[in-house]
């Protein structure tokens, strides 16, 4: 058996970033970039006005000013403010040439036609320069990054209409075993609905992978055998792992051209966990109890995907206070399923009572899993825990 | 101008949840139940073993077992275990008649043929009992959640193969401004490209609403008014609501059936915000500094898209250390920029030197709102402070 560590550093070791392709702006939201994106242009194009107000020369002074002209965004005035004019100016409005600060609306007094007001008014001067925000050749968005909403308006003021991303990895999924079928199905007898396939399509589409369903298949080593027909760049078995004194994926898999890189980790759930290579493409084993399978998807898939993506890590572990005692942990890490309580400041992880690894009822009321080290001490009430936190997945 | 709180409650009291539409279990995952979803039957439906072992009687003490059978997960064993008998059992498979406790392999030696071990291995039974999971009448879901993948595998292996949902709340977008255009065509003098609507549709999708492009309208209240016309459960324009002197996106609305609910809120960025209905429709009308745009559509968009949707509020502030002071507030609730930091166990807030509403490239880069107060006193380094995480969007 070998740590939740070290099966982390294999696995990641695995996996090189998919190929590239171009994906036009409007559908860029979530997908990783290949490259940096640089800016075109400055942004502000120009220097433009912060506010409403007056465009003025400072060196007036308090002299009273006369309005030549407008210049609304979108609009610009066509010539310079010369001594004692000034242009009214609007939000986004381009600055007129000679003019230095903007005046606030707020600040002024018209008298006679004229523009008046005090000196400090014309500080601060509520002028955007040219390139304020970003400059031509700034990177907007930095390879590697999976893009946000707010990257996306990002990239739009910067005139990018499409970027080079990573492919979407394919991961094909096999459900084994002789008690599955569809939901919703026939059941012969002892069986029950296949789960965590549809659980784990979900995440992979979340986590930015291309998830494949390669179906059911039976407890039969010939039949196991064909994923390594799937099309994918990563192969993911459900169930099959730890059947009695023998594991059926691995003894089907050695009719095909498999390579085992390790198999079980000292992890609980999940400890009968399979990686390795079918010729080219690198297949991961996953337990069949449903709860073993999502853990170890968060904790092993997501970072592949993010390795296929070439992005950094996403997984971020951050800490919580128990709210009950603990025993001593064994020599396996333990991830044991808690809620989260806000209260007075803090965040509160508490584990929920009943903790089989066959009870998805627990894992989706789940917020969080609270992680223990491989003989860990026991951990008391108030004590801070290393918790990951499991919002939206 | 109201509060913040004054302003998201008034918001929050004009929408309703949308009308329902019938998903299948592939395509539930994001979406936003209509009603709780109960389990058909109980799950495991069958009482069910934990382990690979040997299923025995209790009451033969540590007599030897002869095996007459096997019982692997979907094939049960189909007659009675009668006394001094075992049946070989795996992980899922039914529990025969007559056993009420399962040895693990581990346990046993197999001495002649017949099945040795002692009796502190009948300890525990390593039985889950037929609706240990949830039983049929559970609620698995329950109205108003948003189906995590966990979620979708809990619903799978409850047989559930469809579900009503909320139907996605249509969302339109107007980008107001004489000195917008698409980004990539060509631009006039004064000129940017609109960029927001491009941020904006994407949180409208990731927080489970539909958004639909209205377009670029120029600074002309008969073009505006046309927003009239667009069909979707809220309206929301940017830009064009405080230019100059007057309010042309309210002027606008003054030709059509338009209401208004309240116009400026004490906060920054984004202070010009209106709401309102026209005819029957509620409109938003945002700020057109992309930043301010961003933030009000975080603090008041997704509350209205979380309500429609029927569900909780889902925005949640947490709190975090401050890495440097902080002057006195005014009378706004002000939102800055920050930087999150783990360090020491603990996350830090690092404002951001420039908070200048038209900079998009720092909002890009912030993994925070640090949340001030109105009137707040100043804020030493280290205080803690409340802030908005922007993870993911």
Redesign the interface.
């Known amino acids: 058996m070998i740590s939740v560590d070290e099966a982390q550093a294999r696995i990641l070791a695995a996996f090189t970033p998919t190929g590239t392709e171009v994906v036009d702006?409007?559908h860029l939201?979530g997908r990783v970039l290949a490259n940096d994106v640089k800016s075109p242009s400055d942004?502000?194009?120009?220097p433009?006005s912060?506010m409403?107000g007056y465009a003025v020369r400072r060196s007036d002074g308090e002299a009273p000013r006369k309005v030549i002209g407008s210049?609304?965004?979108?609009?610009?005035f066509l010539g310079p403010v010369g001594p004692g004019e000034t242009v009214?100016i609007?939000?986004?409005?381009?600055i007129p040439d000679g003019a230095d600060a903007i005046v606030i609306?707020e600040e002024v007094d018209i008298v006679g036609g004229d523009v008046q007001f005090n000196a400090s008014a014309m500080r601060p001067d509520f002028i955007?320069t040219a390139g304020?925000?970003?400059k031509a050749g700034?990177i907007?968005?930095p390879a590697g990054k999976r893009i946000?909403?707010?990257?996306?308006?990002?990239?739009?003021?910067?005139?990018?209409?499409e970027a080079k991303v990573r492919r979407l990895p394919r991961v094909a999924i096999a459900s084994i075993?002789?008690?599955?079928s569809a939901?919703?199905s026939p059941?012969?007898?002892?069986?029950?609905?296949?789960?965590?396939?549809?659980?784990?399509?979900?995440?992979i589409?979340?986590w930015g992978g291309a998830p494949c369903d390669f179906g059911i298949l039976p407890?039969n080593a010939q039949e196991i055998a064909t994923v390594a027909d799937a099309d994918a760049e990563l192969v993911v078995t459900l169930g099959g792992v730890?059947?009695?004194?023998h594991d059926l994926v691995q003894k089907a898999l050695g009719t095909a051209d498999f390579e085992l890189d390790f198999w079980k980790v000292a992890m609980r759930p999940g400890k009968p966990l399979i990686f390795g290579r079918l010729g080219k493409t690198p297949i991961l084993g996953m337990p069949?109890?449903?709860v073993s399978a999502?853990v170890c998807a968060i904790l092993f898939l997501r970072p592949a995907i993010d390795a296929m993506l070439g992005t950094a890590a996403s997984q971020?572990t951050?800490?919580a206070r128990l709210k009950q005692d603990l025993p001593a942990n064994d020599g396996r890490q333990t991830y044991i399923r808690a809620r989260l309580i806000?209260e007075g400041?803090d965040?509160w992880a508490e584990p929920f009572a009943?903790q089989?690894s066959?009870?998805?009822?627990?894992?989706?009321k789940?917020d969080a899993l609270v992680v223990r080290a491989p003989d860990a001490p026991p951990a008391a009430t108030g004590d801070?825990t290393e918790i990951i936190p499991?919002?939206?997945?």
Chains 1, 2 share one sequence.
């Open positions: 702006l409007a939201a942004q502000p194009p120009f433009a912060a409403d210049a609304p965004a979108g609009h610009p009214r609007f939000t986004g409005g381009v609306q955007r304020l925000d970003f700034d907007l968005v946000t909403p707010r990257d996306m308006a990002l990239l739009a003021a910067g005139d990018i209409t075993g002789d008690e599955l939901p919703g059941r012969q007898p002892g069986g029950i609905a296949a789960s965590t396939g549809y659980g784990l399509s979900a995440m589409a979340m407890d730890s059947v009695g004194d069949g109890n449903p999502l971020r951050t800490s806000h400041g965040v009943l089989d066959s009870m998805l009822s627990v894992l989706a789940a801070r499991l919002d939206g997945y």
